[in-house]
């Protein structure tokens, strides 16, 4: 059969069926907006609104925060220049830390208000929060125990901040490196070691920190005499060098306390140590060592008192000098019978 033979034979439908269907199906749908049109404009207010406290809450509290990070570093500018700004105060540590702070508070303040209205916009579209949180939940477990090094890293750094343990230009022993403190991060801490390198420390390796430079420091110099020396004369000595230098400057604000004297450390056949010992400002023992060793020395030498270097005595005049030598081994002679009697048995090669 033919396509025209077809639609000849199909029925023809009624005039004003079609037209009829779909004025029905507009009305239908005119009066279904009409219903929810209330609805959906309350929804889409709701939505703006949300959206509209969100954002304007962010820029609020991201603009405290900012400016409390900058009062903060102001007042370490303002005592920068002053005697204690010099002893306490470093305003690079103070400004890192600050800022470091500062960018954490504000990441969680974003991440608090954004996800907060993120899920209030999505309780307006009447959409079940409690797959999506379960499903979230589950995959936060998932991450965390995926990257439980970064998460490590990053809380032993937001930490390590909040505590203030070590700042920048502080003389640390991390125990995996040591050195100075030139930058802090939230997840790293770089150094630099005493030949220059830079290490990068990763904050949630790091189990204990010793701090060099928080406090106060001692400068410790132990003092080698022979020991026929007068001990009270080496006393007055050693004073009088340490008080000549502890008027002096700069030396007067990185001494932190008298010098003392604290008695004999060992006495020895060829010598007798003598410890001296000082409260200095954090991270400048070395120098007042350096410097406390120099006059000491020049005071020793004009009062005529010899300092032992601590090296071996030479041997007297006339001793063997084989004396100290031991005795030959018998298994130095291939022909010994010594020799002999650990030389291996050949294998027999006759049949």
Known sequence: MSLSALLAAAPSPEPGGSLDEAAKQAG???????????????????????????????????????????????????????ALGGLLVNAERRRQRSEAIGSVLRSVASFL???????????????????????????????????????????????????????????????????????????????????????????????????????WSTAGVDV?????????????????????????????ERLWGPVEILGLDTVLLDSMTVRVSAKTMPGQAVGVERELRWRIKTALDAAGISMVAGTPEEAPEGADPTAGMAAPSAYASATSPQSLATTPIPPNTTK
């Open 28 to 82: 239908d749908a005119a009066g279904w907006v009409e219903e929810n049109w209330s609805t959906w404009l309350n929804t889409g207010l709701r939505i703006v609104l949300i959206a509209a406290i969100a954002v304007v809450l962010r820029i609020a509290v991201r603009r405290a925060l900012t400016k409390l990070i900058e009062r903060m570093n102001r007042s370490a500018q303002a005592v920068e220049g002053t």
């Open 224 to 252: 080698q005499v022979r020991p026929t020396e007068d001990l009270e004369k080496v006393r007055a000595v050693i004073t009088e060098a340490a008080q000549e230098m502890a008027k002096e400057d700069p030396w007067t």
């Open 113 to 215: 208000i954004l996800g907060t209205a993120a899920l209030m916009i999505l309780g307006a579209f009447q959409i079940n929060l409690a797959p999506l949180l379960a499903s979230a939940g589950v995959a936060g477990v998932a991450l965390g125990f995926g990257a439980r090094n970064l998460v490590t890293d990053f809380l032993s750094g937001v930490f390590m901040i909040l505590e203030d343990q070590y700042g920048v230009g502080d003389q640390i022993d991390a125990g995996v490196a040591s050195g100075e403190v030139i930058e802090v991060g939230l997840r790293v801490t770089k150094l630099r070691g005493e030949n220059g390198a830079i290490w990068y420390v990763r904050n949630g390796e790091v189990k204990r920190i010793g701090n060099l430079s928080q406090g």
